[in-house]
């Protein structure tokens, strides 16, 4: 029987027009496979998104800290100027 590609319970899984149990591990494995490539994609979407955010927060409070010690500057340069004019 070997010869003719018999596989045990192909015959009762034929009959019964159900899947082997061969068959079913088969697409299980095949499922599994499919969610964790998907998952995996997932994840790695997710990674770069919380990355993403964390750069733009950290450039977004770098460039208000900038803008900030820019407002400093240029408020005690017309305080100075004005005390110069006061004195002139």
């Not at 068959?23 to 494995?29: E, V």
């Not at 820019?70 to 004195?87: F, N």
């Amino acid at each position: 029987m070997a010869s003719i590609g018999y596989t045990p319970g192909s015959f009762y899984a034929r009959f019964n027009n159900r899947p082997s149990a061969y068959d079913i591990a088969q697409h299980w494995r095949q499922n599994r496979a499919a969610q964790m490539e998907s998952f995996r994609a997932s994840n790695a979407a997710l990674a770069d998104a919380f990355s993403s955010a964390s750069i733009n927060q950290v450039q977004g409070m770098a460039s208000l800290a900038a803008q900030a010690a820019q407002k400093r500057i240029q408020s005690a340069a017309l305080a100075m100027r004005q005390r110069v004019d006061r004195l002139a």
